[in-house]
């Protein structure tokens, strides 16, 4: 079975900055494989044109630019946020919001977004919530797994369900 929409994907990558010498960023191996279904947009979509019509066994290697990735760096993902948000119990928890940690927080739809701390001043903290491969070159090698045909329920909630996907 091929890959493509509407299919379970399961795979195992390696992801390298700028080519396949480079700095290794993340490697998902056979003991806990990246299991995806394809084409409901969860994944990159340079990423999976790559993928697209491979098959259990077939292995991939190719390169992402950084407006192929996750773009480049925003000066507008660059937010001052008054300080008294981070406050618990009416105190902020300086071990937390410190510069250089990643914190997550909610967008106004509630979706999770992480952002880095830049700096905390007596009445602001700065964040950037860029993701922390802009601006970066990619590059994936890895290999099909199996790919299957999603069931009705993963088809309808759009995620894979059980092993190495989503559990309800």
């Known amino acids: 079975m091929k890959v493509e929409n509407n299919k379970v994907v399961t795979m195992t990558y390696t992801l390298h900055l700028n080519d396949e010498q480079g700095e290794i960023i993340q490697k998902v191996d056979e003991s806990k494989p990246f299991v995806q279904m394809f084409g409901v947009g969860a994944l990159l979509p340079v990423f999976e044109s790559n993928l697209k019509g491979l098959e259990p066994g077939d292995d991939f ?3 992402l630019s950084a407006e192929e990735g996750y773009g480049n760096p925003s ?3 660059i937010i001052k946020l008054e300080k ?3 406050e618990i119990d009416g105190k902020v928890d300086t071990e937390m919001v410190a510069v250089g940690k990643t914190i997550t927080m909610q967008d106004n739809n509630g979706n999770p977004l992480d952002g880095k701390v830049l700096a ?4 602001n903290v700065i964040m950037d919530f860029n993701h922390p491969l802009a601006g970066e070159s990619l590059y994936f090698t890895g290999s099909i797994l199996d790919v299957r045909e999603a ?4 088809l309808s ?3 894979v369900h059980g092993a190495g996907g989503h559990h309800h």
Not at 120 to 123: F, L
Not at 151 to 154: F, V
């Open 61 to 63: 290697g190719f390169g």
């Open 151 to 154: 069931t009705e329920e993963e």
């Open 120 to 123: 905390v001043e007596e009445d």
């Open 157 to 159: 909630h759009g995620h």
């Open 84 to 86: 008294k948000i981070f």
């Open 75 to 77: 000066d507008e993902a």
